[in-house]
């Protein structure tokens, strides 16, 4: 049976028309799920009963059940949730002084395997439902109130593009969790024609690329995305974005010991992205992933990576790792529960 949270308000509007009921219906039924946060059809005591009723046989509200918690000392909070299917996903909230984020889960486990990541070691299994995707953010929102939200967790949110793009359309709309679209950053690993679908889009989201590397050999050794899409077809997909929407590419870099965080590294990342307008760099000190024995480098090498960038007038901004103590890294929590 198909979760209701996977309709959007014209699609509820359209499905209560055919039974006889009005379309104001659909507005009562999203409110209690949206913002009266109700679990049980039963609880929408403004509706008649012959329609509570209707509405349970013909759907679901949530199939997904968190099944574990962890809390880093930070404040990072990441849950795991069992699917209908017994498929395992992860999602996290981030709180900081001014935000609280929801990195929300877009695939079953990710067929793109970096080396940094723990989500592609027991490889991909499915994409999740547009009402999978919302279900995480409901459950998280109902936790804490949520601000802003990342497609950072299991999976290539671009190669389950209509499921993602549907899910922000339904969490933007003031009629559900209204969460602005400037608020919702989707991230991609560098799905180059996924990029340019998104210039098509009429909504104001973010956009950030896993960069990672600016030298092809290096970043195919850690991101084995890079030998579909190249870095020259990656940054012109990117270069068209920017020109298209007049917006901007956050571009992540995961800063790895001995692999792409010494100085040469950063000069060949300077030339790569120094004529693109619009872009700012991301650097993110690796998680330390026991599996795939990565470690950041040290604090001076950081520092000399965002110093040269600020040298080139490229805007770098220096993210602090989050939940170290409770395997916050992408996959880690699935894989660990999956290993016991
Ligand atoms: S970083 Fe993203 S694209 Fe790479 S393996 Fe992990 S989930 Fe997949």
């Given amino acids: 049976m198909e979760s209701i949270t996977g309709l959007s308000l014209g699609e509820l509007e359209h499905i209560l028309i055919s039974w006889g009921e009005q379309a104001f219906r659909a507005n009562q039924v999203f409110s209690w799920v949206y913002k009266k946060r109700v679990s049980d059809f039963s609880l929408m005591s403004d509706l008649s009963t012959s329609l509570r009723n209707k509405l349970k046989e013909d759907f679901t509200l949530f199939d997904i059940k968190q099944i574990k918690s962890v809390k880093s000392k930070d404040g990072t909070e990441k849950f795991l949730f069992v699917l209908s299917d017994g498929d395992l996903i992860e999602s996290v909230i981030i709180p900081t002084d001014d935000r609280v984020t929801a990195c929300i889960s877009t695939q079953v486990g990710c067929k793109y395997k970096c080396s940094f990541c723990a989500s ?16 995480q953010m409901l459950f998280l929102n109902n936790r804490k109130k949520i601000t802003h939200i990342v497609f950072m967790g299991t999976g290539e949110p671009l190669d389950n593009y209509d499921a993602v793009l549907k899910a922000i359309r339904i969490i933007n709309s003031k009629e559900s969790l209204n969460i602005g679209a400037r608020r919702i950053t989707i991230s991609t690993s560098g799905v180059a024609p996924g990029i340019r679908k998104l210039i098509g889009e009429d909504l104001q989201f973010e956009l950030s690329v896993s960069l990672h590397s600016a030298d092809d050999a290096v970043r195919s050794k850690i991101m084995p995305i890079n030998k579909i899409y190249p870095l020259n077809i990656l940054i012109a997909a990117c270069n068209e974005y920017i020109r298209k929407t007049g917006r901007q590419i956050t571009f992540e870099y995961v800063l790895i010991k001995n692999l792409n965080s010494d100085i040469h590294s950063c000069q060949k990342l300077v030339a790569l992205i120094k004529d693109l307008r619009l872009v700012k760099v991301n650097l993110i000190p690796a998680n330390i992933v026991k599996e795939c024995r990565i ?25 602090k790792s989050r939940g170290e103590d409770i395997e916050a890294a992408c996959g880690q929590l699935r894989l660990s529960h999956e290993k016991k």
């Fill in 120 to 135: 592609g070691i027991s490889g991909f299994r499915r994409n999740l439902t547009c009402a999978e995707i919302i279900q």
């Fill in 295 to 319: 470690e950041p480098p040290g604090r001076a090498e950081i520092q000399m990576f965002r110093n040269h960038l600020s040298k080139h007038k490229i805007p770098a901004t220096l993210r």
